[in-house]
């Protein structure tokens, strides 16, 4: 990693897991999506030449207090114990922890949840929340993709996952449907070492320029329509 060179040029290494579309994904070779066009834009401002790392997501954390990484850019939710590791910039985009269920299942809303089998990807918020559910059996995958297939294949009774990346795995999952009511609200941040002050500086001042420019909004704009 370059944490030691993010002055003036230099590489910016951002960890992500591109399993979570429409925020970062992979098409073809490359990883896409609207962190990636965030990190992108950013790396521009700060003169400097991106690269993704794609890893598991419980590992971006460590990626980046470890230095391996200089920045998290993963649809991360801002979270008190993920603080105690890494600092999060300003943040970029409000999100919520959704419910999808098979069409015709006898969950309606959260409070059905008890004591159902509820799937998850590994090291999320929705993994956190879903803990926190009386008697529910929690399944951990390592990508949200496996839990909606297993939805899909009644292994288990729901998921909980970012409402963004529901639309798109209900989307491409005959039978499913995504409960009105969300289970939290969450806001997505960038991760950064707690001892490069530096770089979040510079990041939270890139991504003011990004919101004022109303570049942030089109990027966003170019994956989610409104
Ligand atoms: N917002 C959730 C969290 O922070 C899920 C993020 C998952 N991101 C990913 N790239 N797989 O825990």
Do not use: C, W
């Not at 040029?9 to 066009?37: Q, R, S």
């Not at 391996?68 to 991360?76: I, P, Q, W």
């Amino acid at each position: 990693a370059s944490g030691e060179d993010s002055g003036s040029g230099g590489t910016l290494v951002m960890a992500t897991n591109a399993e979570f579309p429409p925020y970062e994904y992979h098409e073809g070779d490359e990883i896409v999506g609207i962190d990636a066009d965030i990190a992108a834009a950013i790396a521009d401002e700060l003169g400097m030449e991106l690269k993704i790392e794609d890893m598991a997501f419980e590992s971006i954390i460590t990626a980046v207090s470890g230095g391996k990484a200089d920045m998290g850019l993963a649809g991360m939710t801002v979270d008190p114990d993920r603080l105690k590791n890494v600092n999060f910039s300003d943040t970029y985009a409000e999100a919520a922890q959704m419910i999808i269920v098979k069409e015709g299942s006898d969950i309606a809303g959260v409070d059905d949840l008890t004591g159902k089998k509820i799937g998850v990807q590994l090291g999320t918020t929705g993994d956190i929340y879903a803990e926190d559910i009386e008697d529910a059996e929690v399944e951990r995958y390592n990508k949200g993709m496996e839990a909606v297939q297993a939805l899909q294949q009644d292994k288990i009774d729901a998921v909980v996952i970012d409402g963004e990346p529901a639309k798109v795995f209900a989307a491409e999952n005959e039978g499913l449907k995504i409960l009105d009511e969300p289970l939290t609200e969450e806001e997505y941040a960038i991760a950064i070492a707690k001892d490069n002050d530096e770089l979040l500086e510079k990041v939270n001042t890139a991504l003011a320029n990004l919101k004022d420019s109303g570049k942030l909004d089109e990027i966003i704009g170019k994956y989610i329509s409104a």
